[in-house]
Protein backbone atom coordinates (compact mmCIF):
# COMPACT_ATOMS: atom_id res chain seq x y z
CA UNK A 1 0.00 0.00 0.00
CA UNK A 2 2.95 2.05 -0.39
CA UNK A 3 2.03 4.05 -3.36
CA UNK A 4 -0.81 5.73 -2.02
CA UNK A 5 1.15 7.18 1.03
CA UNK A 6 3.15 8.47 -2.27
CA UNK A 7 0.09 9.47 -4.28
CA UNK A 8 -1.18 11.38 -1.06
CA UNK A 9 2.20 13.39 -1.06
CA UNK A 10 2.53 14.04 -3.94
CA UNK A 11 -1.32 15.74 -4.11
CA UNK A 12 -0.25 17.31 -1.14
CA UNK A 13 3.59 18.96 -1.90
CA UNK A 14 2.50 21.17 -5.10
CA UNK A 15 6.30 21.20 -5.79
CA UNK A 16 5.54 17.90 -7.28
CA UNK A 17 4.12 19.43 -10.14
CA UNK A 18 5.90 21.77 -9.95
CA UNK A 19 9.51 21.90 -8.70
CA UNK A 20 9.81 26.04 -9.50
CA UNK A 21 6.68 27.11 -8.03
CA UNK A 22 6.84 29.16 -4.66
CA UNK A 23 3.27 30.89 -4.50
CA UNK A 24 -0.43 29.19 -5.07
CA UNK A 25 -2.88 31.51 -5.45
CA UNK A 26 -6.10 29.97 -5.03
CA UNK A 27 -9.40 31.92 -6.61
CA UNK A 28 -12.51 30.65 -5.16
CA UNK A 29 -15.72 31.10 -7.34
CA UNK A 30 -19.19 31.48 -5.70
CA UNK A 31 -21.83 29.17 -7.56
CA UNK A 32 -24.37 29.47 -5.24
CA UNK A 33 -28.33 29.35 -5.73
CA UNK A 34 -30.45 32.15 -4.51
CA UNK A 35 -31.16 30.63 -1.33
CA UNK A 36 -30.26 27.58 0.41
CA UNK A 37 -32.58 25.66 2.83
CA UNK A 38 -32.07 25.85 6.10
CA UNK A 39 -33.86 23.25 8.63
CA UNK A 40 -35.82 24.88 10.96
CA UNK A 41 -34.37 23.31 14.27
CA UNK A 42 -31.33 24.64 12.55
CA UNK A 43 -32.68 28.35 11.92
CA UNK A 44 -34.40 28.40 14.96
CA UNK A 45 -31.03 27.94 17.57
CA UNK A 46 -29.19 24.87 18.16
CA UNK A 47 -26.37 24.31 15.97
CA UNK A 48 -27.21 27.38 13.97
CA UNK A 49 -26.05 29.54 17.21
CA UNK A 50 -22.56 28.13 16.63
CA UNK A 51 -21.51 29.57 13.25
CA UNK A 52 -20.87 32.89 14.99
CA UNK A 53 -21.55 36.33 13.34
CA UNK A 54 -21.71 37.03 9.62
CA UNK A 55 -19.07 38.74 7.75
CA UNK A 56 -18.66 42.78 8.26
CA UNK A 57 -20.68 44.35 5.77
CA UNK A 58 -18.58 46.78 3.38
CA UNK A 59 -18.06 50.16 4.02
CA UNK A 60 -15.80 53.17 3.56
CA UNK A 61 -15.39 54.85 0.39
CA UNK A 62 -17.33 54.08 -2.67
CA UNK A 63 -14.30 52.93 -4.05
CA UNK A 64 -12.72 50.69 -1.76
CA UNK A 65 -14.75 48.51 1.18
CA UNK A 66 -13.20 47.18 4.02
CA UNK A 67 -14.56 43.15 4.54
CA UNK A 68 -12.91 41.43 7.32
CA UNK A 69 -9.89 43.26 7.02
CA UNK A 70 -9.37 42.90 3.20
CA UNK A 71 -9.56 46.01 0.87
CA UNK A 72 -11.34 45.49 -2.64
CA UNK A 73 -13.49 47.41 -5.35
CA UNK A 74 -17.02 47.86 -4.24
CA UNK A 75 -18.83 45.07 -6.98
CA UNK A 76 -20.88 47.77 -8.53
CA UNK A 77 -17.79 49.20 -9.72
CA UNK A 78 -16.80 45.63 -11.60
CA UNK A 79 -19.58 46.56 -13.84
CA UNK A 80 -20.40 42.34 -13.88
CA UNK A 81 -21.38 42.33 -10.14
CA UNK A 82 -18.36 40.91 -8.97
CA UNK A 83 -16.08 41.48 -5.95
CA UNK A 84 -13.14 43.17 -7.58
CA UNK A 85 -9.86 44.95 -5.60
CA UNK A 86 -6.31 44.05 -4.19
CA UNK A 87 -5.43 43.78 -0.60
CA UNK A 88 -3.10 46.68 0.43
CA UNK A 89 0.90 45.83 0.58
CA UNK A 90 0.55 42.94 -1.53
CA UNK A 91 3.64 42.40 -2.55
CA UNK A 92 5.92 44.62 -0.40
CA UNK A 93 9.06 46.33 -1.21
CA UNK A 94 8.99 44.81 -4.66
CA UNK A 95 10.28 47.85 -7.01
CA UNK A 96 7.48 46.87 -9.33
CA UNK A 97 4.21 47.32 -7.51
CA UNK A 98 1.05 45.42 -8.89
CA UNK A 99 -1.80 47.64 -10.47
CA UNK A 100 -5.19 48.16 -8.71
CA UNK A 101 -7.52 46.70 -9.79
CA UNK A 102 -6.73 43.14 -10.77
CA UNK A 103 -8.87 41.62 -13.70
CA UNK A 104 -12.61 41.66 -12.82
CA UNK A 105 -14.27 39.23 -11.01
CA UNK A 106 -10.89 38.77 -8.51
CA UNK A 107 -9.76 39.92 -5.45
CA UNK A 108 -5.97 39.36 -3.92
CA UNK A 109 -5.43 39.32 -0.04
CA UNK A 110 -2.41 38.51 1.55
CA UNK A 111 -1.04 35.46 3.37
CA UNK A 112 0.92 33.86 6.53
CA UNK A 113 4.36 33.39 5.82
CA UNK A 114 6.01 29.81 6.53
CA UNK A 115 2.84 28.01 5.16
CA UNK A 116 2.66 24.85 6.30
CA UNK A 117 1.72 22.40 3.50
CA UNK A 118 -0.80 19.81 3.93
CA UNK A 119 -0.90 16.65 5.70
CA UNK A 120 -2.22 13.96 3.53
CA UNK A 121 -2.11 11.40 6.36
CA UNK A 122 -4.72 12.80 7.87
CA UNK A 123 -8.33 13.15 6.54
CA UNK A 124 -10.13 16.63 6.25
CA UNK A 125 -8.11 19.30 7.07
CA UNK A 126 -4.08 18.64 8.81
CA UNK A 127 -1.16 20.05 8.18
CA UNK A 128 2.52 18.67 8.12
CA UNK A 129 6.20 19.92 8.03
CA UNK A 130 6.82 23.68 7.62
CA UNK A 131 7.92 24.85 4.11
CA UNK A 132 9.32 28.39 3.22
CA UNK A 133 7.31 28.74 0.41
CA UNK A 134 3.96 30.92 0.64
CA UNK A 135 0.56 29.95 -0.71
CA UNK A 136 -1.69 33.35 -1.76
CA UNK A 137 -5.35 33.59 -2.43
CA UNK A 138 -7.52 35.00 -4.93
CA UNK A 139 -11.16 35.22 -4.63
CA UNK A 140 -13.92 35.28 -6.65
CA UNK A 141 -17.23 36.62 -5.85
CA UNK A 142 -18.38 35.16 -9.43
CA UNK A 143 -22.33 34.14 -9.09
CA UNK A 144 -24.35 32.02 -11.00
CA UNK A 145 -26.74 29.32 -10.78
CA UNK A 146 -29.64 31.72 -9.11
CA UNK A 147 -31.82 30.12 -11.43
CA UNK A 148 -32.21 26.94 -9.35
CA UNK A 149 -35.00 26.91 -7.18
CA UNK A 150 -35.05 28.73 -3.65
CA UNK A 151 -34.68 25.65 -1.83
CA UNK A 152 -31.70 23.30 -3.57
CA UNK A 153 -33.36 20.36 -2.04
CA UNK A 154 -36.82 20.34 -3.09
CA UNK A 155 -36.16 18.81 -6.32
CA UNK A 156 -36.20 15.05 -4.30
CA UNK A 157 -39.64 15.26 -3.32
CA UNK A 158 -40.60 15.43 -7.19
CA UNK A 159 -39.98 11.73 -7.38
CA UNK A 160 -40.48 11.79 -10.99
CA UNK A 161 -37.99 14.26 -11.95
CA UNK A 162 -34.26 13.78 -11.88
CA UNK A 163 -32.45 16.41 -9.76
CA UNK A 164 -29.26 17.45 -10.74
CA UNK A 165 -26.57 19.19 -8.58
CA UNK A 166 -26.72 22.67 -8.69
CA UNK A 167 -22.90 23.08 -10.05
CA UNK A 168 -23.99 20.93 -13.39
CA UNK A 169 -26.80 23.03 -14.71
CA UNK A 170 -25.08 25.58 -16.32
CA UNK A 171 -21.87 25.06 -18.52
CA UNK A 172 -18.85 23.37 -17.80
CA UNK A 173 -17.42 24.86 -14.78
CA UNK A 174 -13.82 24.22 -15.98
CA UNK A 175 -14.08 26.15 -19.28
CA UNK A 176 -15.53 29.41 -16.93
CA UNK A 177 -12.93 29.42 -14.33
CA UNK A 178 -9.69 28.62 -16.31
CA UNK A 179 -10.06 32.45 -18.58
CA UNK A 180 -10.51 34.04 -14.77
CA UNK A 181 -7.44 32.35 -13.74
CA UNK A 182 -5.42 33.17 -16.49
CA UNK A 183 -6.62 36.54 -16.30
CA UNK A 184 -5.60 37.09 -12.94
CA UNK A 185 -1.79 35.02 -14.08
CA UNK A 186 -1.50 37.56 -16.39
CA UNK A 187 -2.11 40.30 -14.41
CA UNK A 188 0.17 39.36 -11.98
CA UNK A 189 2.96 38.40 -14.15
CA UNK A 190 3.05 41.48 -16.24
CA UNK A 191 3.49 43.70 -13.01
CA UNK A 192 6.14 41.64 -11.73
CA UNK A 193 7.56 39.24 -14.22
CA UNK A 194 8.10 35.37 -13.41
CA UNK A 195 6.13 32.70 -14.74
CA UNK A 196 2.64 30.55 -14.05
CA UNK A 197 0.55 27.93 -14.68
CA UNK A 198 -3.26 27.48 -13.85
CA UNK A 199 -5.33 24.24 -12.68
CA UNK A 200 -8.85 23.54 -12.34
CA UNK A 201 -9.13 20.01 -11.69
CA UNK A 202 -6.99 19.07 -14.14
CA UNK A 203 -4.08 17.99 -12.53
CA UNK A 204 -3.43 15.70 -9.05
CA UNK A 205 -3.60 19.04 -6.56
CA UNK A 206 -5.33 18.90 -3.32
CA UNK A 207 -7.30 22.22 -3.96
CA UNK A 208 -9.07 21.91 -1.02
CA UNK A 209 -6.61 22.44 1.84
CA UNK A 210 -4.73 24.98 0.19
CA UNK A 211 -7.48 26.81 -0.41
CA UNK A 212 -8.37 26.58 3.38
CA UNK A 213 -4.22 27.56 4.33
CA UNK A 214 -5.19 30.42 1.57
CA UNK A 215 -7.86 31.57 3.55
CA UNK A 216 -10.34 31.01 1.05
CA UNK A 217 -12.40 29.40 3.77
CA UNK A 218 -11.87 26.51 5.74
CA UNK A 219 -12.52 22.73 5.18
CA UNK A 220 -16.03 21.66 6.98
CA UNK A 221 -16.92 18.48 8.79
CA UNK A 222 -18.31 17.18 5.25
CA UNK A 223 -14.79 18.45 3.64
CA UNK A 224 -15.54 20.39 1.21
CA UNK A 225 -14.98 24.49 1.39
CA UNK A 226 -16.62 26.56 3.88
CA UNK A 227 -16.83 30.29 3.43
CA UNK A 228 -18.43 32.86 5.99
CA UNK A 229 -19.38 35.06 2.97
CA UNK A 230 -19.98 32.29 0.40
CA UNK A 231 -21.26 29.60 2.30
CA UNK A 232 -20.37 25.84 0.97
CA UNK A 233 -21.16 27.13 -2.28
CA UNK A 234 -17.49 27.37 -4.39
CA UNK A 235 -15.12 26.49 -7.39
CA UNK A 236 -11.72 26.26 -6.59
CA UNK A 237 -8.92 26.96 -8.82
CA UNK A 238 -5.19 27.70 -8.51
CA UNK A 239 -1.99 29.33 -10.32
CA UNK A 240 1.55 28.30 -9.73
CA UNK A 241 3.92 30.79 -9.93
CA UNK A 242 7.56 31.41 -9.44
CA UNK A 243 7.00 35.04 -7.50
CA UNK A 244 7.29 35.16 -4.32
CA UNK A 245 4.46 36.37 -2.74
CA UNK A 246 3.77 37.57 1.39
CA UNK A 247 1.04 35.20 2.48
CA UNK A 248 -2.30 35.58 4.53
CA UNK A 249 -3.21 33.67 7.26
CA UNK A 250 -5.72 30.83 6.85
CA UNK A 251 -9.53 30.99 7.44
CA UNK A 252 -10.20 29.20 10.91
CA UNK A 253 -12.79 26.49 11.43
CA UNK A 254 -16.26 28.21 11.82
CA UNK A 255 -18.22 25.03 12.01
CA UNK A 256 -18.42 24.61 16.10
CA UNK A 257 -20.57 21.83 17.52
CA UNK A 258 -23.17 21.94 14.15
CA UNK A 259 -23.14 18.59 12.39
CA UNK A 260 -26.44 19.09 10.10
CA UNK A 261 -24.34 18.38 6.96
CA UNK A 262 -22.88 14.54 8.96
CA UNK A 263 -26.46 14.02 9.59
CA UNK A 264 -28.40 14.74 6.55
CA UNK A 265 -26.15 12.43 4.38
CA UNK A 266 -28.61 9.89 2.50
CA UNK A 267 -25.91 7.05 2.79
CA UNK A 268 -24.27 7.99 5.76
CA UNK A 269 -20.55 8.57 3.83
CA UNK A 270 -18.72 10.57 6.81
CA UNK A 271 -17.57 8.14 9.37
CA UNK A 272 -16.30 10.83 11.42
CA UNK A 273 -16.47 14.88 11.28
CA UNK A 274 -14.21 16.18 8.36
CA UNK A 275 -13.85 12.23 7.26
CA UNK A 276 -15.64 11.07 3.75
CA UNK A 277 -16.36 7.57 2.97
CA UNK A 278 -16.24 7.73 -0.97
CA UNK A 279 -17.50 4.40 -1.66
CA UNK A 280 -20.80 5.84 -0.18
CA UNK A 281 -20.89 9.34 -1.47
CA UNK A 282 -23.77 9.51 -4.14
CA UNK A 283 -22.02 12.21 -6.14
CA UNK A 284 -18.95 9.43 -6.33
CA UNK A 285 -21.26 6.78 -7.39
CA UNK A 286 -23.22 8.72 -9.69
CA UNK A 287 -20.46 10.64 -11.76
CA UNK A 288 -17.19 9.38 -10.95
CA UNK A 289 -18.31 5.17 -10.21
CA UNK A 290 -18.26 3.31 -13.14
CA UNK A 291 -19.54 -0.34 -12.09
CA UNK A 292 -23.11 -0.81 -11.10
CA UNK A 293 -24.08 0.95 -7.95
CA UNK A 294 -23.93 -1.21 -4.97
CA UNK A 295 -27.40 -2.43 -4.02
CA UNK A 296 -27.46 -1.23 -0.85
CA UNK A 297 -27.22 2.34 -1.90
CA UNK A 298 -29.10 2.38 -4.65
CA UNK A 299 -32.44 3.16 -2.33
CA UNK A 300 -30.98 6.05 -0.76
CA UNK A 301 -30.05 8.02 -3.82
CA UNK A 302 -33.97 8.53 -4.37
CA UNK A 303 -33.98 10.71 -7.55
CA UNK A 304 -30.65 12.25 -7.83
CA UNK A 305 -29.47 11.52 -10.69
CA UNK A 306 -26.11 13.78 -11.04
CA UNK A 307 -24.43 14.31 -7.95
CA UNK A 308 -25.89 15.21 -4.50
CA UNK A 309 -26.28 18.58 -2.87
CA UNK A 310 -27.53 17.72 0.24
CA UNK A 311 -24.58 18.55 2.96
CA UNK A 312 -23.94 21.71 1.05
CA UNK A 313 -27.30 22.99 1.54
CA UNK A 314 -28.37 22.49 4.65
CA UNK A 315 -24.85 24.56 5.94
CA UNK A 316 -26.38 27.09 8.25
CA UNK A 317 -23.36 29.34 6.79
CA UNK A 318 -25.32 29.39 3.63
CA UNK A 319 -27.53 32.07 5.04
CA UNK A 320 -24.68 34.77 4.98
CA UNK A 321 -23.91 34.02 1.61
CA UNK A 322 -24.70 35.97 -1.97
CA UNK A 323 -26.48 34.34 -4.68
CA UNK A 324 -24.35 33.54 -7.92
CA UNK A 325 -24.60 35.89 -10.77
CA UNK A 326 -22.29 34.21 -13.19
CA UNK A 327 -24.76 34.28 -16.63
CA UNK A 328 -22.90 30.68 -18.02
CA UNK A 329 -22.76 28.88 -14.43
CA UNK A 330 -26.57 30.03 -14.51
CA UNK A 331 -29.00 26.61 -14.87
CA UNK A 332 -30.46 25.59 -17.77
CA UNK A 333 -34.16 25.13 -18.06
CA UNK A 334 -34.08 21.71 -19.46
CA UNK A 335 -31.95 20.56 -16.29
CA UNK A 336 -33.57 22.46 -13.20
CA UNK A 337 -36.15 19.33 -12.99
CA UNK A 338 -35.76 17.09 -16.50
CA UNK A 339 -38.53 14.30 -16.71
CA UNK A 340 -36.85 10.86 -16.08
CA UNK A 341 -38.84 9.27 -18.99
CA UNK A 342 -37.47 11.52 -21.30
CA UNK A 343 -33.93 11.13 -19.94
CA UNK A 344 -34.24 7.26 -20.23
CA UNK A 345 -34.78 7.51 -24.10
CA UNK A 346 -31.18 9.55 -24.89
CA UNK A 347 -29.13 7.24 -27.10
CA UNK A 348 -25.56 8.89 -27.24
CA UNK A 349 -25.96 11.26 -29.89
CA UNK A 350 -29.02 13.07 -27.70
CA UNK A 351 -27.24 12.81 -25.07
CA UNK A 352 -24.52 15.03 -26.27
CA UNK A 353 -26.46 17.32 -27.99
CA UNK A 354 -28.25 17.80 -24.61
CA UNK A 355 -25.25 17.98 -22.61
CA UNK A 356 -23.26 20.16 -24.86
CA UNK A 357 -20.92 22.37 -22.98
CA UNK A 358 -22.45 21.15 -19.43
CA UNK A 359 -19.84 18.41 -16.87
CA UNK A 360 -22.19 15.90 -17.28
CA UNK A 361 -21.39 14.74 -20.81
CA UNK A 362 -17.82 13.59 -19.43
CA UNK A 363 -19.77 11.20 -17.60
CA UNK A 364 -20.58 9.59 -20.49
CA UNK A 365 -24.39 8.40 -21.58
CA UNK A 366 -24.11 4.97 -19.86
CA UNK A 367 -23.36 5.96 -16.22
CA UNK A 368 -26.06 8.65 -16.58
CA UNK A 369 -28.62 6.96 -17.94
CA UNK A 370 -27.55 4.31 -15.12
CA UNK A 371 -28.48 6.71 -12.87
CA UNK A 372 -31.71 7.50 -14.26
CA UNK A 373 -33.07 4.24 -14.15
CA UNK A 374 -31.71 3.99 -10.49
CA UNK A 375 -34.14 7.28 -9.95
CA UNK A 376 -37.09 5.02 -11.92
CA UNK A 377 -36.57 2.69 -9.73
CA UNK A 378 -36.90 4.39 -6.62
CA UNK A 379 -39.67 7.21 -7.88
CA UNK A 380 -42.72 3.93 -7.10
CA UNK A 381 -44.65 4.81 -9.98
CA UNK A 382 -45.59 1.90 -12.18
CA UNK A 383 -46.51 4.36 -15.14
CA UNK A 384 -41.99 4.67 -15.23
CA UNK A 385 -41.63 0.81 -15.80
CA UNK A 386 -42.69 1.51 -19.49
CA UNK A 387 -39.09 3.72 -19.85
CA UNK A 388 -37.23 1.44 -18.43
CA UNK A 389 -38.32 -1.60 -20.38
CA UNK A 390 -36.85 -1.21 -23.94
CA UNK A 391 -33.28 -0.66 -21.84
CA UNK A 392 -33.12 -4.42 -21.08
CA UNK A 393 -32.14 -4.69 -24.72
CA UNK A 394 -29.26 -1.82 -24.53
CA UNK A 395 -26.12 -2.59 -26.09
CA UNK A 396 -24.63 -1.44 -22.63
CA UNK A 397 -24.36 -3.98 -20.00
CA UNK A 398 -24.55 -1.23 -17.32
CA UNK A 399 -27.66 -0.16 -18.45
CA UNK A 400 -28.98 -3.55 -19.25
CA UNK A 401 -28.22 -4.16 -15.36
CA UNK A 402 -29.49 -0.72 -14.02
CA UNK A 403 -32.72 -1.92 -16.11
CA UNK A 404 -33.71 -4.99 -14.45
CA UNK A 405 -33.20 -3.35 -11.29
CA UNK A 406 -35.30 -0.60 -12.04
CA UNK A 407 -38.13 -3.14 -13.92
CA UNK A 408 -38.01 -5.29 -10.40
CA UNK A 409 -38.57 -2.47 -7.78
CA UNK A 410 -41.98 -1.55 -10.25
CA UNK A 411 -43.65 -4.19 -12.13
CA UNK A 412 -41.67 -7.78 -11.29
CA UNK A 413 -44.27 -9.49 -13.03
CA UNK A 414 -44.14 -7.67 -16.56
CA UNK A 415 -40.40 -8.47 -15.90
CA UNK A 416 -40.87 -12.25 -15.20
CA UNK A 417 -43.03 -12.25 -18.16
CA UNK A 418 -39.52 -10.37 -20.27
CA UNK A 419 -36.72 -12.88 -18.69
CA UNK A 420 -37.16 -15.94 -21.23
CA UNK A 421 -36.75 -13.13 -23.80
CA UNK A 422 -33.86 -11.64 -22.51
CA UNK A 423 -32.14 -14.20 -19.90
CA UNK A 424 -30.86 -16.61 -22.06
CA UNK A 425 -28.76 -14.62 -24.42
CA UNK A 426 -27.59 -12.73 -21.70
CA UNK A 427 -23.87 -12.86 -21.93
CA UNK A 428 -22.40 -10.50 -19.15
CA UNK A 429 -21.75 -12.01 -15.83
CA UNK A 430 -22.59 -8.31 -14.25
CA UNK A 431 -26.01 -8.08 -15.92
CA UNK A 432 -26.73 -12.49 -15.29
CA UNK A 433 -25.98 -11.25 -11.39
CA UNK A 434 -29.19 -8.54 -11.73
CA UNK A 435 -31.12 -10.83 -12.99
CA UNK A 436 -30.21 -13.74 -9.99
CA UNK A 437 -30.88 -11.02 -7.15
CA UNK A 438 -34.85 -10.37 -8.26
CA UNK A 439 -36.21 -13.57 -10.42
Known amino acids: ??????????????????????????????????????????EQGGAASSVGSPPHPNSGSPEFGILDGRSRINPTSAGEGLGVG?????????ATPLPTPPPAGCA??????????????????????????SAVRAEANSPDAAAAADDPLAILRRRDR????????GDDYHDVIKPRLKALARWLLAAAGGDARVFVDTAALMEKPLAAAAGVGWQGKHTNLVSREFGSWLFLGAIFTTLE????????????????????????????????????????????????????????????????????????????AQAGREAKLAARKELEAPRLADLARLDDAAFRKLFSKSPIKRTGRDRFVRNVLIAIGNSGDTTLA??????????????????????????????????????????????????????
Open 1 to 42: MAWMATTAARRGDPRALWPQVRSVVMLGMNYGPASSHIPESL
Open 86 to 94: VARHLVPNR
Open 108 to 133: LARFRPNLKWPNPGKPGFGWGREQTE
Open 162 to 169: GAISIYAR
Open 245 to 320: LAPDAPEEDHCGSCRACLDVCPTAAFPAPYRLDARRCISYLTIEHKGPIPRELRDAIGNRIYGCDDCLAVCPWNKF
Open 386 to 439: AAAEPLLADASPLVRGAAIWAMARLDRGRLAALAPTHRPHEPDPAVEDEWAAVL
